[in-house]
């Protein structure tokens, strides 16, 4: 049995080096007893060091603990040192996402079907998407639970003892199972690292909520020191944001709401006019390709057009005014967007275009004779002279 099923608080202790596997960029150590964590159920695996040298990653290979040095240590016997704010940060937010999710459970009928805890966020993937009231009746019973510094035991069982407990859900892993007993709040198969009072805990708050995987709902959640770093974040964007917006924390949202508002209306007016001075450009490009009157006239809008949807409108717009084959163009750094008004049969066309692609590795296409086409600037005059050849041929 790894000795951090029973005591997750030792931070140092001496072991003996048992093997050391050469790895690419270091070595991976085997101990002959270690209180490491290594990454599964979910949890990010410990970090330290031994005798000295920054232990990076721990990870479980054929039932074995292995911990990953930049060099073999060049004691046989070493000295063992766990990061104790990572792992009590592990802790703390393994625990919350216990007392969570079976505050969802237990509350709403809400189940857990997976969960993450990263380095600092941690998530719960819900079966349904519950609403804001019950995210926070849930949180509210969490924490508490939390405060009343209820006692977190380790319990043992095989398969023919296992169904005494009440378990949240069934234990995934055959054999003796390690339950995970909140006191009148949860109990949960786990391996994982936990504190041994809810008050560890510190508190719990969440964050982020949004759909995944079809009808799963995902939520963040931070614990303990993670969710005052968390709330001191949030606190100071949320000053920010009341400095750029001449408001009051408390009325952010309205405010928010009033300079969104205000954008919209300003960008309403900018299309608008936007459109007028290219409904202008139209007229002009129509009017000089008219007067040019050559087979194709192949036009350079990089200076005039600001983007690719402004390009297709002056090119539709050209096209509803002139009756011929046309090529407007813009290029943005590497990039060549083009539009194509090509007066030809669509099985022509059709040949064209798959030249541009297979040729020229052009990407885009269109139909009735109108296309849109992306492609490596340099490619540019390979691609006006194929388009003229098709032309002349037509």
């Not at 690419?24 to 000295?52: K, N």
């Not at 968390?230 to 408001?247: G, I, M, N, T, V």
């Not at 539709?316 to 090529?327: E, L, P, T």
């Not at 798959?354 to 052009?362: C, I, M, P």
């Amino acid at each position: 049995m790894r000795p951090y099923y029973l005591d997750p608080y030792t931070r140092e202790f001496t072991a003996r080096i048992v093997e050391a596997v050469p790895k690419d960029s270091g070595v991976a150590l085997l101990l002959d007893e270690s209180y490491f964590y290594p990454t599964s159920g979910g949890q990010e695996h410990d970090e330290g060091a031994i005798d000295g040298i920054p232990v990076t990653d721990v990870y479980e290979d054929n039932g074995q603990v292995y911990h990953f040095v930049e060099r073999k240590p060049s004691n046989e016997v070493v000295a063992c040192t766990i990061d104790w704010t990572r792992r009590f940060g592990n802790m703390q937010q393994h625990t919350g996402q216990h007392m969570l999710s079976a505050a969802f459970d237990t509350l709403f009928d809400v189940q857990t079907v997976s969960s993450r805890l990263g380095d600092y966020a941690g998530s719960i993937d819900l079966s349904r998407t519950p609403t804001e009231s019950e995210i926070q009746e849930a949180v509210g019973a969490v924490n508490s639970v939390i405060e009343e510094d209820r006692p977190i035991s380790v319990h043992f069982a095989d398969q023919n003892d296992i169904t005494k407990f009440n378990l949240r859900k069934p234990p995934k892993v055959d054999g003796t199972v390690r339950i995970v007993e909140v006191k009148g709040f949860d109990m949960s198969a786990c391996g994982g690292t936990h504190c041994t009072h809810t008050s560890e805990v510190g508190t719990v708050i969440t964050g982020n909520v949004e759909r995944v995987k079809g009808a799963l709902t995902r939520i963040e959640f931070y614990c303990g020191g993670r969710a005052r770093r968390r709330y001191y974040e949030l606190l100071s964007a949320a000053r920010d944001a009341s400095r750029l917006l001449s408001s009051g924390i408390n009325d952010l949202p309205l405010a928010a709401a009033r300079a969104v508002s205000q954008l919209q209306e300003r960008d309403a007016r900018l299309k608008a006019l936007s459109e007028r001075i290219l409904e202008q450009l139209c007229e002009k490009l129509a009017a000089e390709i008219g007067r040019a009157n050559p087979e194709m006239t192949v036009t350079d809008l990089s200076t005039l057009v600001q983007s690719t949807e402004e390009l297709k409108f002056a090119a539709s717009g050209v096209a509803r005014k002139h009756v011929g084959s046309f090529i407007f163009y813009r290029v943005e750094q590497s990039t060549c967007f083009m539009n194509l008004n090509l007066q030809s049969d669509e099985g022509r066309a059709t040949l064209l275009l798959n030249e541009l692609r297979s040729v020229f590795g052009a990407k885009g296409g269109g139909r009735n004779g109108f296309y849109s086409l992306t492609f490596v600037a340099e490619q540019l005059p390979g691609v006006i002279e194929s388009i003229k050849r098709s032309l002349s041929h037509a």
